[in-house]
């Protein structure tokens, strides 16, 4: 890789910042005209835990604005997947929803997060709440054996306001359950569950309102929520983290960080 790339709209060499990496598109998938997905070649000495994230940008400027992007790809694989939303005005994701296969993205060289397996004390059941791109980490930690090997159940909820918008997830999960490496783990424990909250489908309503009401348990069939069994990862958007953080609390449940591993974890990081 050079120490510089060209970016189209300027047409002037821009020199890669210290600490970054220069990695190329291999893919993008345009899901609606609010989301996207696309994947980079991963650097060799790259390395992070399932579930984290990392800051990301484009070369495009003498100094080029890095967002934090959940990693959507598990540890073990050969590429870098991330999960993005498209924001008109967004500082890169304006940017960002054009790039195409062969284009250079920027990835600083270390991840972070608390969306881990390890920030958790050990529980029969692991629910993976998400709205929106929020899935994102958890498309990493499916896919990871490790999961598999720390909780008999997953529990993987994502809503969404549109149908298209659950595209992704739905993809998601059926291919892990084909997947060569940890198909065998997903059958009969990997269990997904897709709401919306604006175009009509077969699940209606915020997962604040399924859980607090009961309906999200009766209609998977499941036990509710109980800290002594069962632990929690959030992600999504601000509301939804506070709404859930409370709800988690007044259940019991104590939040847990790599310090001090515990019952719930929330994911801080936003994607501009």
Same mark, same amino acid.
């Not at 970016?7 to 609606?32: L, M």
């Not at 990392?54 to 070369?59: D, K, Q, S």
């Not at 090997?149 to 892990?176: M, P, Q, S």
């Not at 019991?252 to 501009?272: K, Q, W, Y």
């Given at each position: 890789?050079?120490? /510089?790339?060209?970016?189209?709209? /300027?047409?002037?060499?821009?020199?890669?910042?210290?600490?970054?990496?220069?990695?190329?598109?291999?893919?993008?998938?345009?899901?609606?005209?609010?989301?996207?997905?696309?994947?980079?070649?991963?650097?060799?000495?790259?390395?992070?835990? +399932?579930?984290?994230?990392?800051?990301?940008?484009? #070369?495009?400027?003498?100094?080029?604005?890095?967002?934090?992007? +959940?990693? /959507?790809?598990?540890?073990?694989?050969?590429?870098?997947?991330?999960?993005?939303? *498209?924001?008109?005005?967004?500082?890169?994701?304006?940017?960002?929803?054009?790039?195409?296969?062969? %284009?250079?993205?920027?990835?600083?060289?270390?991840?972070?997060?608390?969306?881990?397996?390890?920030?958790?004390?050990?529980?029969?059941?692991?629910?993976? @709440? +998400?709205?929106?791109?929020?899935? /994102?980490?958890?498309?990493?930690?499916?896919?990871?054996?490790?999961?598999?090997?720390?909780?008999?159940?997953?529990? @993987?909820?994502?809503?969404?306001?549109?149908?298209?918008?659950?595209?992704?997830?739905?993809?998601?999960?059926?291919?892990?359950?084909?997947? #060569?490496?940890?198909?065998?783990?997903?059958?009969?424990?990997?269990?997904?569950?897709?709401?919306?909250?604006?175009?009509?489908?077969?699940?209606?309503?915020?997962?604040? %309102?399924?859980?607090?009401?009961?309906?999200?348990?009766? *209609?998977?069939?499941?036990?509710? @929520? %109980?800290?002594?069994?069962?632990?929690?990862?959030?992600?999504?958007?601000?509301?939804?983290?506070?709404?859930? *953080?409370?709800?988690?609390? *007044?259940?019991?449940?104590?939040?847990?960080?790599?310090?001090?591993?515990? %019952?719930?974890?929330?994911?801080?990081?936003?994607?501009?």
């Amino acid at each position: 890789m050079s120490d /510089a790339v060209m970016t189209p709209a /300027a047409g002037e060499a821009f020199p890669i910042p210290a600490n970054v990496y220069a990695q190329t598109v291999v893919s993008v998938k345009h899901y609606t005209d609010r989301l996207f997905s696309f994947r980079i070649t991963r650097p060799q000495a790259f390395r992070f835990r +399932s579930g984290e994230f990392v800051m990301i940008g484009l #070369p495009n400027a003498a100094k080029p604005v890095f967002r934090a992007y +959940s990693i /959507a790809s598990p540890n073990w694989d050969e590429e870098v997947e991330f999960y993005s939303i *498209k924001v008109p005005d967004g500082p890169l994701t304006q940017h960002l929803q054009n790039i195409e296969p062969g %284009d250079t993205v920027l990835m600083r060289q270390k991840s972070t997060g608390t969306l881990v397996t390890d920030a958790l004390s050990p529980g029969k059941r692991v629910f993976m @709440l +998400s709205t929106g791109t929020g899935l /994102a980490p958890f498309a990493s930690l499916i896919r990871d054996p490790e999961t598999y090997e720390k909780f008999d159940e997953i529990i @993987l909820t994502h809503t969404c306001r549109d149908v298209a918008e659950l595209d992704y997830g739905r993809e998601l999960v059926a291919n892990a359950a084909q997947d #060569p490496l940890i198909g065998e783990f997903t059958e009969g424990r990997l269990h997904h569950f897709c709401s919306t909250t604006r175009e009509p489908s077969e699940h209606m309503g915020r997962i604040t %309102d399924l859980m607090t009401s009961g309906q999200l348990y009766e *209609k998977m069939g499941i036990a509710p @929520l %109980d800290p002594k069994t069962d632990r929690v990862m959030i992600c999504g958007s601000m509301e939804m983290l506070r709404d859930l *953080k409370e709800i988690v609390e *007044k259940a019991g449940f104590e939040e847990g960080s790599l310090a001090r591993p515990g %019952d719930f974890v929330v994911e801080r990081a936003f994607v501009g």
